[in-house]
């Protein structure tokens, strides 16, 4: 990955003044005909997606028809680079500078994150992230959504929504659209999810990588006591 195109003080700028929290919507963030050629991968693994799917069924009421895939050992060659990409000192470096936030660590679990893909009528209700990594401790502080979706339509719907901290109103709604990365600066009131259940037809599932950043400590206003998933509307 090549982050000598983006200035970086520009985008630590969007990120810390963004409402209704730190936030930055970052379009073409890599090389498109290597994102491209990792796509094709992925749709390559429908069916042990859909066999977990069918085992595991929805972790939540408002978490519906949202598949995971973060074994690494289970992909292809392309996206295992990808995964060991998303954690090398250059991504680590790209993201401090743009954040602010200093000694961020990766996570090699994956956990919750790696490849996701809602299929017809799933949504992703609008919640706050878990706080703790709950094998390794550390403090979950980014996350990066990048999305896969090549033809995008706005009656597919699956738009991402950003939410006041007071559920009092959507302030900011993010197509998913094909090498879109959205960087969320994660705390108990960066609330997002996508409510709308998604429309795409039965061959066209709502695809997106997610990656989970940490830190071995927090600003004490940030701390709270661990928690999964805090759900707050469907």
């Given at each position: ?6 200035n ?6 969007q990120f810390?003044?963004?409402?209704p929290?730190s936030?930055l919507v970052i ?5 498109p005909d290597y ?5 094709q991968e ?5 069916q ?11 972790e939540?009421?408002l978490?519906?028809k949202k ?6 050992e ?6 295992r ?6 954690q ?10 743009i954040?602010?936030i200093p000694d961020v660590?990766?996570?090699p679990?994956?956990?919750?994150g790696?490849i996701?893909r ?6 992703l209700?609008?919640?706050a ?8 401790g550390?403090n ?8 896969l979706?090549e033809d995008?339509?706005p ?7 950003l939410w006041?901290?007071?559920m009092s109103?959507c302030?900011k709604s993010?197509?998913?659209i094909f090498?879109?990365?959205?960087i969320l600066?994660?705390t108990?009131n960066?609330l997002?999810g996508?409510p709308i259940p ?8 709502r695809?997106?990588?997610?990656l ?11 701390k709270?006591e661990?928690?999964m998933a805090i759900?707050?509307?469907?």
């Open positions: 990955m090549d982050f000598s195109k983006f970086t003080d520009e985008l630590y700028n810390i003044n963004a409402q929290y936030h379009d073409n963030f890599i090389d994102l491209t050629s990792l796509l992925i749709k390559g693994y429908k042990i997606m859909d066999e977990d799917y069918q085992k595991n069924g929805d939540h009421e978490q519906t598949i995971g895939l973060s074994d690494t289970r992909m292809g060659p392309i996206a680079h990808f995964f060991e990409q998303s090398s000192p250059e991504m680590i470096a790209f993201l401090e500078k954040t602010g660590l990766p996570d679990m994956l956990y919750g790696g996701h809602t299929t017809t009528g799933g949504k209700g609008i919640h992230d878990f706080n703790i990594h709950p094998y390794t550390k979950r502080r980014i996350n990066i959504l990048l999305y979706n995008w339509k009656e597919y719907n699956g738009e991402l929504e006041q901290s007071d109103k302030v993010i197509s998913p090498n879109r990365a959205v600066r994660i108990d960066a997002h996508h998604w429309q795409g037809h039965d061959n066209t599932p695809l997106s990588i997610a989970y950043y940490y830190t071995d400590d927090r600003p004490e206003e940030e709270s661990p928690h759900w707050k509307m469907c």
